[in-house]
């Protein structure tokens, strides 16, 4: 029915349907959002962090994101590509593909080295051609990335039963996913780019519940087994042919110092062909897991264990509750299934 008008319906009623509620409504909903927009206003008084609106001047983080899934296409160019265009030439759509995540990038990377209100000042010629030297050493670092990659790939087909193909892996891994994400962030973070790369990560930890800091050392053929739950702090050192499975932290013991920790040591070394199972939790800078060693599901260790060792729980006891409340307690047999927690 149109408000303000009159109908006549059958039997002799007849209806005037209001013309001002509508109207009523709308200009309330108006007072309602002019208030709040006032009262938001009146609350960015340049007092806080948080006030600053100099939103053209910041790293894009969408933009990042976008950068990172270009990157993919160069990664693995089988398997990712932009849907939106038609190239048939391989030449061709690389370079179309390298174009655009140079240009997007070095202006990122500009924005990146100007924002921070610590450090020494650049000027804009400065940052024009710092941020182009910086993208050029990174497309300069792609194939390491590649035979890094490529090898991660590997570890997790050789360390997985449950992968039929390498394809599957590359599909459907979101541990393959942290790690690829983790090594292009990782040679920005070695170039001295600010944030960009911590955004990278970041973005890898939201998609794939895997926090991976872009300061972290990590070797060839790391494989994250399950993934989810995974954090590598910042000053990790990770060696070769490592293993991990779901739920490990490999932390700082204690961050309660706050800034005047930055740049000291705060993560546990992994030497090579570590196998760290789920729910572990290893910490502290001064930390070493000795090569060949096997840290079983679950454990907690702040402090360096040798070459070659088998680290596993004391066997933990079970609680039962019967139907009487009667409480029964058994300690649980720990056998190799139990030290093999995945």
């Not at 739950?229 to 499975?245: A, L, Q, R, W």
Request: glycine letters at 10%; one cysteine or more; charged letters at 25%.
């Amino acid at each position: 029915m149109i408000p303000g008008v009159r109908f006549l319906f059958s039997g002799g009623c007849d209806i005037t349907i209001p013309g001002g509620i509508e109207t009523m409504n709308n200009k309330i909903r108006e007072e309602e959002i002019d208030s709040i927009v006032q009262l938001v206003l009146s609350d960015l008084n340049g007092e806080k962090h948080i006030d600053t609106l100099n939103i053209e001047n910041k790293p894009d983080k969408m933009e990042v994101q976008t950068i990172v899934n270009h990157l993919f296409r160069l990664i693995f160019p089988g398997f990712y590509r932009d849907r939106s265009v038609k190239i048939y030439h391989l030449k061709n759509s690389i370079a179309v593909t390298v174009e655009d995540i140079f240009f997007h990038l070095q202006r990122q990377i500009n924005l990146a080295l100007g924002f921070l209100e610590s450090g020494e000042k650049m000027t804009e010629d400065e940052r024009e051609q710092e941020s182009y030297r910086i993208c050029h050493a990174f497309f300069g670092k792609l194939p390491k990335i590649r035979e890094y990659v490529e090898l991660d790939l590997l570890a997790a087909y050789d360390g997985d039963p449950a992968a039929k193909c390498l394809e599957e892996i590359v599909l459907a891994y979101p541990g393959l996913t942290a790690i690829m994400v983790y090594r292009l962030a990782h040679e920005l973070y070695l170039l001295g780019v600010p944030v960009i790369p911590r955004i990278m990560t970041e973005y890898a930890h939201s998609e794939t519940g895997v926090d991976i800091h872009p300061g972290a050392t990590i070797g060839k053929s790391f494989f994250i087994d399950h993934a989810t739950g995974i954090v590598v702090g910042e000053t990790s050192v990770i060696g070769n042919n490592v293993k991990i499975y779901q739920g490990v932290t490999i932390g700082a013991l204690s961050t309660r110092g706050g800034q005047k920790l930055a740049g000291k040591k705060r993560h546990p070394t992994i030497e090579d062909n570590v196998t760290i199972y789920s729910g572990a939790s290893i910490l502290g800078g001064d930390t070493v897991i000795g090569a060949d060693s096997v840290i079983g599901g679950n454990t907690f260790i702040t402090s360096s264990v040798p070459a070659g060792t088998r680290v596993s729980m004391k066997n933990p006891e079970m609680e039962y509750r019967t139907a009487g409340n009667k409480r029964v307690t058994k300690e649980v047999e720990q056998g190799e299934a139990w030290f093999y927690v995945i």
